[in-house]
Nanobody
């Protein structure tokens, strides 16, 4: 069973940047997705990346601001978040999936514990 560990969250002012990391505990490469959950809201899809890194997709709300990438030598996926807005405030989770590019939470199998991102106005 793979374990995922997210890191890189924190408090940042609006317009700032953060880079989140998602490190997998095993040697197997996985398709990975990032989700986020704000207080009182459903967990929503943010971005996803294929094993090779050649296929990515992202939610319309983050297009042009967030970039997903990976370093397979480190078995780590990154989410670079620029031009952050207060509405980006949430707990961010990464998860594995066999359904490449899926935006459905139910298609994701193993989840990390999450990392808090807070954007102040």
């Amino acid at each position: 069973q793979v374990q995922l560990v997210e890191s890189g969250g924190g408090l940042v002012q609006a317009g700032g940047s953060l880079r989140l990391s998602c490190a997998a505990s095993d040697r197997t490469l996985h398709n990975i997705g990032w989700f986020r959950q704000a207080p009182g809201k459903e967990r929503e899809f943010v971005a996803a990346i294929s094993v090779s890194g050649g296929t990515t997709n992202s939610a319309d709300s983050v297009k042009g601001r967030f970039t997903i990438s990976r370093d397979n030598a480190k078995n780590t996926v990154y989410l670079q978040m620029n031009s952050l807005k207060p509405e980006d405030t949430a707990v961010y989770y990464c998860a594995t999936t066999r359904s490449l590019g899926s935006i459905r939470r139910d298609d994701y199998d193993y989840w990390g514990q999450g990392t808090q991102v807070t954007v102040s106005s």
